[in-house]
């Protein structure tokens, strides 16, 4: 699996958009990024996944950058709830083959009131 | 709610017994993982089953096994426990072997004492 880089913190105001930026450099070109979020010791929570056209959904939007190596997740309003570790991964897509998702360390990503 | 119940939420043990923990996926998923996260390592992809089958073996110890039921339930089997093992275990469920929304559970906190 390709290898993602991603900052170990940030913060955010509440309302503002956040911004989590991932790099992810040896990406292959049939590997998707992945993102999911885990707020406190919950489950992991999915979020969006794309391949290298941007995509969005009820809870973010991902830019995957021409060369593919790196991404950004945004979360356009920020909220309290959306503090959280988030994780960037990126898996192979194959449909019949294997699956797991291999978890780096995240991004801490702290909204503040 | 993912829909992925995992129990029992927490276990307290000593060291050296052996622990049984369960996993039912959402409702049609046919593929299981199992994941591991404590303090200092993070999420660890322990095991992959799909349809009764397993598929992918990640950093899961020999004292670790793990099963999947025609019913398509999933036990996490740990024996001779350490005070190491002791760690957030999460399941996850997702619809086939590709990749895809992978829900997970509310994970049962495991402590050896």
């Known amino acids: 699996d390709a290898k993602t880089t991603q900052p170990t913190s940030m913060d955010c105001a509440e309302g503002r958009a956040a911004n989590l930026p991932c790099n992810h450099s040896t990406i292959s070109g049939n590997e998707y990024v992945y993102w999911y979020r885990q707020i406190h010791s919950q489950g992991p929570q999915y979020i969006i996944h794309?391949?290298?056209n941007n995509e969005t959904n009820e809870m973010a939007s991902l830019i995957i950058t021409e060369d593919r190596k790196s991404s950004t997740l945004i979360l356009p309003h920020a909220t309290l709830r959306d503090t959280a570790v988030y994780y960037c991964?990126?898996?192979?897509?194959?449909?019949?083959?294997?699956?797991?998702?291999?978890f780096g360390k995240g991004t801490k990503l702290s909204v503040i009131p | 709610d993912s829909g992925v119940t995992q129990t029992p939420k927490h276990l307290i043990t000593a060291t050296g017994q052996r622990v049984t923990l369960r996993c039912s996926p959402r409702s049609g998923d046919l593929s299981v993982y199992w994941y591991q996260q404590s303090l200092d390592q993070g999420l660890q992809f322990l095991i992959q089953?799909?349809?009764?089958?397993?598929?992918a073996k990640g950093n899961i110890l020999e004292r670790f096994s793990a099963q999947q039921f025609p019913d398509l339930h999933s036990e996490l089997n740990l024996s001779s426990l350490e005070l190491g093992d002791s760690a957030l275990y999460f399941c996850?469920?997702?619809?086939?072997?590709?990749?895809?929304?992978?829900?997970f559970g509310q994970g049962t906190r495991l402590t050896v004492v």
């Open positions: 089953y799909y349809n009764g089958e397993e598929r």
């Open positions: 996850a469920s997702s619809e086939g072997q590709g990749l895809g929304e992978a829900f």
């Open positions: 794309g391949l290298k």
């Open positions: 991964i990126v898996r192979l897509f194959s449909g019949a083959g294997s699956y797991q998702l291999t």
